[in-house]
């Protein structure tokens, strides 16, 4: 089948292609949702920006696919294999991913909040900068791999291998899980209550209902950051930059705003330092 036939059989309402071979495909932009793909051969196609969320991908092959900015929040890739493929910036959302294979895949700046990725294969793989927050890493393989910059609020580790991983710059707080073996090193950056974070750069960073309570945030770069619910109660925020920062019933009560950048910042249902709410 090609990927012509493949749409116009869509379009005309069939969801069920399980099997089918596409190898080299080009579904890019393509609108797929909830597509039943089941074990298909979909080897090097591309699918750039396409949405496939709520697809069903379990068995499928995708290695050496094209997949930056793809769509599959909610997808079903069960035992796929992506194994060399590139994600970067895809949306991965609580995506179903146990036993995945990612040998050498490209995960950068990919959003992945709440996957389950247990029992993965990803050695190799470069997850620098992508949003690993609840995620569910057990027992995953990410030997040689990189978890640079990645957002690891909430995620658990347990049993995960380890060997030889970039861990440089990743965010963890008290809901991280690791093996009692392995313990965040200089590098690692906390998110917590009086965590000392000024001068950092949590550009875009997925900061939602974090409690950084008393945190030193003076001069911190909060640009574009979600901070959605956080309680940043006494925190200081000195000459930090909250260009346009999500801080919708967010929590500033007696926090340090002075000289502090708020440009397009969104104040919606915020506590602000006074002890008022800003209703926008």
Known sequence: MNSDELLQRYSAGERNFKGVDLVGANLHDANLEGINLHSANLYSAGLQGANLERAVLDNARLDNAELEGINLENASLVEADLSESTLERANLTNADMRGVKLYESVLENACLKGVNLRGANAAFALFNGANLREADLRDIELYEG???????????????KLDYVNFSRFLYDSETTFDDTFSPHSGAIYIGAGADLKGIDLTNTDLSDADLTEADLSRANLSGADLSRANLEEANL??????????????????NLIDAQTRMTIFRNTIMPDGTMLLE
Do not use: I, K, P, V
């Open 146 to 160: 990189s978890l640079e910059g990645t957002n690891l609020m909430g995620a658990d580790l347990s049993g995960a």
């Open 238 to 255: 000195e000459g930090a930059n909250l260009d346009y920062t999500d801080l919708t019933d967010a929590n500033l009560e007696q926090a």
